[in-house]
């Protein structure tokens, strides 16, 4: 019997240890607009193809209620209205050029836009920007880093993707709304130890049995 235990338990270690290399989602949102509100305004110059295209500039914001904010990879939990910045780290639009973005930074608060509400920042190199003309239009992010007071330490292999929806043409722009959701790779030491927190449990209710 007691090599049983040993073997359940170290079989339980060894599929949280296996899970070490598995992406999971920290944060996502549905698209919070039921109308074609902007939430995101991607600008094209007079002499490119257009608002449809793929070079410009792209900026983003929410700053209504209705964004849900779920955080089930970061230590937070559920926000009922968060708010959203996406801009180059700087307050300016993020430049894309052939559907690559220059550097940007992904801002999430709860409640309104101030630095004692900021819940988490997503920073990237660049981003690969697909426009509405090639299908279902999107931004890939690339080199992402989560930073914040709800990250937890030691987070890799981190992406983020928003899909854009509602697209309406106003000029020379394009104005969308989007849903969001990001992922990485935990912290190898917080899943090896959640693997010792189940071999130890079943350890105590073996004993009192």
Do not use: C, H
């Not at 043409?169 to 969308?176: D, P, Y």
Request: proline share 5%; aromatic share 8%; charged share 5%.
């Amino acid at each position: 019997m007691k090599g049983t235990r040993i073997f359940i338990g170290a079989g339980l270690l060894g599929l949280s240890l296996s899970a070490m290399a598995q992406s999971r989602t920290m944060a996502t949102f549905a698209d919070p607009a039921t109308t074609a509100t902007n939430m995101f305004t991607f600008t094209a110059p007079q002499s490119s193809a257009g608002p449809l295209g793929d070079t410009g500039s792209l900026i983003g914001s929410w700053s209504a209620n209705g964004l849900t904010l779920q955080t089930p990879g970061l230590n937070g939990g559920t926000y009922a209205n968060a708010r959203l910045v996406v801009d180059n780290g700087s307050g300016g639009a993020i430049s894309v050029n052939n559907g690559n973005t220059g550097t940007g930074q992904i801002r999430l608060y709860n409640g309104a836009v101030s630095p004692s509400n900021l819940l988490f920042t997503v920073s990237f190199q660049n981003a690969r920007y697909n426009p509405v003309s090639f299908g279902a239009a999107s931004l890939l992010g690339n080199g992402v880093v989560f930073s914040g007071p709800i990250v937890p330490a030691g987070l890799t292999n981190a992406s983020f993707a928003f899909s854009f929806a509602n697209q309406v043409v106003s000029g020379n722009s394009l104005n969308m709304t989007a849903s969001f959701t990001s992922s990485a790779v935990p912290e190898p030491a917080s899943l090896a130890a959640f693997g010792l927190g189940a071999m130890a449990l079943i350890r105590r209710r073996r004993a009192s049995k």
